[in-house]
């Protein structure tokens, strides 16, 4: 805001809105969505709040940090880093420096899970989250599943810190563990009924080419899947058929271009493919893996 003294809140909002969409931040009404979100988080304020109190007095020290977070927005960070937490499932997540910002696109994993297991949805279940980051994916399938109970597993200290901190937001402390430890070398065999896994696979020769608002913000550790991308692929499901009870299942979130090339290390693996589900834009995005030799689908179709 210009220098001068207390501003309503009306009239932040407005500034904020403005200055969004100065930048080229969205369209239509992504301005004063954004900007409503990161003004409500600069006051402390609900968002009713900023619909009710319209006249409210801002102070020029709380301007100053509306303009901080609108100047931070402007920069390329994603509104999600700036207020430090995203929705996923429905559910309120907490992200921190050593977390990845969790995708919409990753709800398919959470879907082909819950479709995998259905017919265990009365017992118990014991899951396994290889690298966790939020702890996501394992609490989104926790919650929709009160009779299972899981583990979720990081490299990066900080992000299992994150993954316990959102198992109590969202109530689930009971039935959730996070450990640090490199994919499941620390696990028994026969751990699991059900592994999930999102695991890091973009190319190393592509990880600069990435937006900003990714590369600037989401942790290298996350994203790096080695020179082809597949690195990660090849630990984990080389430890599958030991990690997995005799009816388990693995669901592997892939990059959309991928579903061959890990097939083909599952099916390396002796393992099954049993489904490929694709995310809500039509692109293949999880494998749904089991014992057995013989894969149960037909080669994936390139969409
Ligand atoms: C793509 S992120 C997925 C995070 C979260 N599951 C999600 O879907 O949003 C991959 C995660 O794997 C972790 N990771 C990378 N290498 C690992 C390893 N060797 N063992 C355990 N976790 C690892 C990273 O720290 C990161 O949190």
Not at 90 to 108: I, N, Y
Not at 200 to 210: F, H, K, T, V, W
Not at 289 to 296: A, E, F, I, N, Y
Request: aromatic share 4%; net charge negative.
């Amino acid at each position: 805001m210009p220098p001068g003294g207390p501003v309503a809140l009306a009239a932040v909002v407005a500034h904020a809105v403005r200055r969004l969409a100065a930048a080229g931040l969205g369209e239509g009404d992504e301005p004063a969505r954004e900007a409503r979100l990161l003004v409500a988080a600069a006051l402390k304020l609900d968002r009713l709040a900023l619909i009710t109190q319209r006249d409210r007095p801002v102070d020029p020290a709380a301007q100053d940090v509306v303009d901080g977070l609108v100047a931070r927005r402007i920069a390329g960070e994603p509104v999600s880093r700036i207020l430090g937490r995203r929705e996923f499932w429905g559910l309120d997540f907490a992200l921190g420096p050593d977390t990845l910002d969790p995708r919409p696109d990753s709800e398919t994993v959470v879907e082909a899970a819950l479709e995998a297991t259905a017919d265990r949805a009365d017992r118990r279940l014991t899951v396994v989250d290889l690298g966790t980051g939020t702890g996501c994916l394992l609490l989104a399938v926790l919650s929709e599943r009160p009779n299972a109970y899981g583990l979720g597993i990081d490299r990066a200290p900080g992000a299992v810190r994150i993954a316990g901190q959102n198992a109590f937001r969202l109530h689930l402390e009971a039935q959730a563990g996070f450990l640090v430890g490199d994919w499941a070398t620390a696990l028994a065999a026969g751990a699991a009924d059900l592994v999930l896994a999102n695991p890091p696979y973009i190319r190393r020769d592509a990880l600069a080419g990435l937006d900003w608002a990714v590369r600037g913000f989401d942790p290298a550790d996350a994203l790096d899947g080695g020179p082809d991308g597949l690195a990660a692929y090849r630990s984990i499901v080389a430890d599958l058929p030991r990690l997995m009870r005799p009816d388990g299942c693995a669901v592997l979130e892939i990059g959309s271009d991928q579903a061959d090339a890990v097939a083909e290390i599952v099916n390396s693996a002796g393992l099954a493919l049993a489904a490929i589900r694709a995310d809500l834009a039509g692109r293949n995005r999880a494998l749904v893996v089991r014992h057995g030799k013989k894969s149960l689908v037909e080669r994936a179709k390139p969409h």
